[in-house]
């Protein structure tokens, strides 16, 4: 097994990549900037490696490090033994999962590489709850959505919250930044989609009207909770559609209404 490394100061320099970790505006500076995740729990640490992102550490009770044997073997990372307590003084949180692993980010794909083999896509307009990131990415992921565009003002679907939110889910899902917005969604019309906006308004087309599951190519719109979509977002849509509701409900929580959207954008769509 590889060697375990005991560090029993939170001020310890080795241990920076996991300081501070409910500093939410601190962690959207540094992560990005530094080039690096956090992945928080077995499963979510495991899903990390399994779609190549290189560990950078980890951070383990000791009670983790023989069930996580071998994802410490075959990563070669130092791994960072530590008690609970300390570990939430370094954390600023009690990390009740045991282990925590940095990463190392890839590349963002472009534009029109997500889209070269797409026929289902979600796009976000100033979706910045991340919780609401990691339940749309794993509603994306098992209801068959092949990728996932966000305006520039979306929140990052690799902050620890979105992907624990989505239980590894951003990483199955490919996903790509939109510079300009919303001029940037004519590359996406261009690309032979059509455009669906997703909104409560009464005036908009019921979804299973429209039936977009025999459509070719999809983009369904989707925008932050609250203030849905904006105007401008709306004017670019080729059609506006909304979720029928009843009992007097006037609209869905953004990650229930995409989960419900998403499968009916895809479902009994026509095999490629």
Same mark, same amino acid.
Do not use: Q
């Given at each position: 097994?590889?060697?375990?490394?005991?560090?029993?100061?939170?001020?310890?320099?080795?241990?920076?990549?996991?300081?501070?970790?409910?500093?939410?505006?601190?962690?959207?500076?540094?992560?990005?900037a530094?080039?690096?995740?956090?992945?928080?729990?077995?499963?979510?640490?495991?899903?990390a490696?399994q779609?190549?992102?290189a560990?950078?550490?980890?951070?383990?009770?000791?009670?983790?490090?023989?069930?996580?044997r071998?994802?410490?073997?075959?990563?070669?990372?130092?791994?960072?033994?530590?008690?609970?307590?300390?570990?939430e003084?370094?954390?600023?949180?009690?990390?009740?999962?045991?282990?925590?692993?940095s990463?190392?980010?890839?590349?963002?794909?472009?534009t029109?590489?997500?889209?070269?083999?797409?026929?289902?896509?979600?796009?976000m307009e100033?979706?910045?709850?991340?919780?609401n990131?990691?339940?749309?990415?794993?509603?994306?992921?098992?209801?068959?959505?092949?990728?996932?565009?966000?305006s520039?003002?979306?929140?990052?679907?690799?902050?620890?919250?979105?992907?624990?939110?989505?239980?590894?889910?951003?990483?199955?899902?490919?996903?790509?930044?939109?510079?300009?917005?919303?001029t940037?969604?004519?590359?996406?019309r261009?690309?032979?989609?059509?455009?669906?906006a997703l909104?409560?308004?009464?005036?908009?087309?019921?979804?299973?009207? #429209?039936?977009?599951?025999?459509?070719?190519?999809v983009?369904l719109?989707?925008?932050a909770?609250?203030?849905?979509l904006?105007?401008?977002?709306?004017?670019a849509a080729?059609?506006?559609?909304?979720?029928?509701?009843?009992?007097?409900?006037d609209s869905?929580n953004?990650?229930a209404?995409?989960?419900?959207?998403?499968y009916? #954008?895809?479902?009994?769509?026509?095999?490629s």
């Open positions: 097994m590889a060697d375990l490394i005991t560090v029993d100061d939170p001020d310890d320099p080795r241990l920076r990549d996991y300081t501070g970790l409910t500093d939410v505006e601190l962690r959207r500076r540094r992560e990005p530094e080039g690096l995740f956090i992945a928080e729990g077995e499963k979510v640490i495991r899903r490696g779609a190549g992102y560990m950078r550490s980890m951070l383990l009770s000791a009670k983790w490090a023989d069930a996580m071998d994802v410490i073997e075959s990563a070669g990372a130092p791994v960072y033994v530590v008690e609970p307590r300390l570990a003084r370094v954390t600023g949180y009690h990390v009740h999962r045991g282990a925590l692993a990463m190392g980010r890839k590349p963002l794909p472009t029109a590489e997500v889209l070269r083999t797409a026929r289902r896509v979600a796009v100033a979706v910045n709850d991340h919780t990131i990691g339940a749309i990415f794993r509603s994306a992921a098992a209801l068959g959505m092949d990728a996932v565009l966000l520039p003002d979306c929140a990052d679907p690799l902050y620890r919250r979105s992907v624990k939110v989505s239980m590894g889910a951003v990483f199955a899902v490919p996903y790509a930044r939109l510079d300009g917005w919303p940037a969604l004519e590359a996406v261009e690309a032979g989609f059509r455009l669906l909104t409560p308004d009464a005036a908009a087309v019921p979804m299973d009207t #429209v039936a977009p599951h025999r459509m070719e190519r983009a719109m989707l925008g909770e609250g203030d849905g904006s105007r401008r977002a709306l004017d080729d059609i506006r559609v909304r979720i029928p509701m009843a009992h007097g409900v869905l953004v990650g209404a995409a989960a419900v959207a998403f009916a #954008v895809t479902a009994g769509r026509p095999e």
